[in-house]
């Protein structure tokens, strides 16, 4: 069936008759037609043939709705109900057929979707200034849940390779507009890409050996993601291409961490950073985030060119080309951003508001999108297999527990720090010989090193903790009692007053820091 004759076939959808006199709302994309009616939505291939997909045979539209409805269901299985099929009747007449057994021959496959609220998509809650540090901890958990049971692949996917090929068909595609992006800057950015490619292609090569390369979202930008039943879904995966939807799972997540980054949401970008390497570990890979940042800008700088080629009115053309410099713009950004890395150790007792400062200090600091940020409460929580939130019984707290996360720590800071990554440590180092590894670590490196401990009184110690809800920490009023014992020995590094507003106390964070 071709373009025009699914005409009918649209029509038919949008005709309220079909669905009980219900009203229907069609929207259209440049790869399909969608109707709203009810609480239902009906999401139909066009008969159109790209470099990147091609569905104009009607086989080729039944299986990627087939697909679309198998690889959303493993995020979003409340909203993809699963296929519905057009018919045509012996009397000629076109009928509906959710349960796909009708009799009569198929003119098209359409997946049935249950509605959601278009208002509550991510990037219009960013917007409207209401995407908020929980939505994005679920979301980045969401994440981490699909990454863990995605299926691993290996070549052709991902690699080296797979992003080579992505820098070359941005190369070939943004050559088309010389007006939009000029043939020189566009020539230097190529250039830094293949460097960066160059420099980080066997630890891509070896992430794929390892596992790393599995079978993506491939689109994880906030208009991809609702809030359905008040928690973050992603939805609308990459169906129709598996080299597209088939890569490493840190370039996965850096279509969220750009998106955040070039709406001006620095802040929420470095708590999804932290977060998902604090829960996935093998931070070594940010050595590779700079390009694969650029490489998402990329793609979206010469998508809005495209959409400003084909756009209907002025308007929406002008709209679309400013989109496509600031992406354009963006993409530059990432790539020659020279921040050297540094460590810095926020430490102090349970309370004193450690994992407050250095989620304040942490964007501020280093490459796009900051420092990351490595929590030791979320560390424990992933070396016991189970969620950040989750509370561990009091054997989980043991010295020799400790002793691992304090390990993991040190290691992981060292990969990050390696790759050119600023990080800042957030525990208790209560002891002297942890507060003497970190400085060391530091020394190991060649990073610049800088220790802060936050003092407070044992009374505020015991309510802060007390207060807590839904945190990654379990301690408690006894255990601030415990640590109180501790024999701490002396402590070198400048000492905060943890008692002052949370304001004053980044004040004077900053200050030594330099960064003030």
């Not at 390369?213 to 208009?223: A, E, I, P, T």
């Not at 597209?244 to 370039?251: E, L």
């Not at 150790?345 to 796009?368: C, E, F, H, I, N």
């Not at 189970?386 to 043991?398: F, G, M, S, T």
């Amino acid at each position: 069936m071709s373009g025009k004759n699914q005409q009918e076939v649209f029509d038919f959808l949008a005709d309220p008759a079909t669905h009980g006199g219900k009203e229907v709302k069609r929207l259209r994309t440049h790869v399909a037609e969608v109707f709203l009616v009810g609480d239902c939505a009906y999401k139909v291939k066009r008969a159109v043939c790209y470099a990147f997909l091609d569905f104009s045979t009607l086989d080729a539209r039944r299986r990627a709705c087939e697909a679309e409805v198998r690889l959303n269901r493993r995020t979003a299985p409340d909203i993809y109900l699963g296929l519905s099929v057009i018919r045509r009747k012996a009397a000629g007449e076109l009928e509906l057929d959710h349960r796909g057994n009708g009799a009569g021959e198929p003119l098209e496959w359409a997946v049935r979707m249950r509605r959601f609220d278009e208002s509550q998509t991510l990037d219009l809650l960013a917007d409207e200034g209401r995407l908020v540090a929980p939505l994005i901890d679920s979301l980045v958990d969401a994440i981490v849940g699909l990454h863990e049971e995605a299926e691993v692949r290996g070549q052709p996917y991902g690699g080296a390779e797979g992003l080579r090929a992505i820098v070359e068909e941005n190369r070939a595609d943004m050559t088309r507009f010389p007006v939009v992006f000029s043939p020189d800057r566009l020539a230097s950015l190529i250039s830094v890409q293949q460097k960066a490619l160059s420099q980080n292609a066997a630890l891509l090569d070896a992430r794929r050996e390892a596992g790393f390369v599995r079978r993506c979202h491939g689109d994880l930008h906030l208009g991809n993601v609702v809030l359905w039943q008040e928690k973050p879904t992603p939805f609308d995966c990459i169906e129709f291409s598996e080299s597209i939807g088939t890569i490493d799972v840190a370039y996965d997540l850096s279509f969220l961490l750009m998106d955040l980054e070039v709406r001006g949401l620095r802040a929420l970008a470095n708590r999804a950073m932290g977060r998902y390497f604090g829960r996935m570990s093998h931070p070594e890979i940010l050595s590779a985030l700079p390009l694969m940042l650029a490489l998402r800008a990329s793609v979206r700088a010469k998508v809005s060119a495209m959409t400003a080629e084909g756009a209907s009115d002025e308007r929406a053309r002008q709209r679309a080309l400013k989109a496509a410099h600031s992406f354009f713009a963006a993409a530059e950004a990432f790539m020659s951003d020279a921040s050297a890395p540094r460590l810095i150790v926020v430490g102090g007792l349970s309370g004193s508001g450690k994992t407050t400062l250095a989620a304040a200090l942490a964007p501020d600091v280093g490459r796009v999108p900051g420092a990351l940020h490595l929590r030791s409460d979320i560390v424990r929580k992933r070396l016991a297999g189970v969620a950040p939130e989750e509370r561990l019984p009091v054997e989980a707290y043991d010295k020799g527990s400790s002793r691992r996360v304090y390990e993991t720590l040190f290691r992981e800071a060292h990969a990050a720090l390696k790759a050119g990554q600023v990080v800042v440590l957030d525990a208790v180092f209560a002891r002297p010989d942890e507060r003497a590894e970190a400085e060391a670590l530091a020394r190991d490196t060649q990073v610049r090193f800088d220790g802060l401990w936050l003092d407070a009184p044992a009374d505020a110690l015991k309510a802060r903790v007390s207060a807590r809800k839904g945190d990654a920490s379990d301690a408690t009023a006894q255990v601030v009692e415990q640590q109180l014992t501790y024999a701490i020995g002396e402590i070198a590094w400048p000492r905060i007053d943890a008692t002052q507003r949370e304001e004053s106390v980044m004040q004077e964070a900053q200050g030594y820091l330099k960064l003030a």
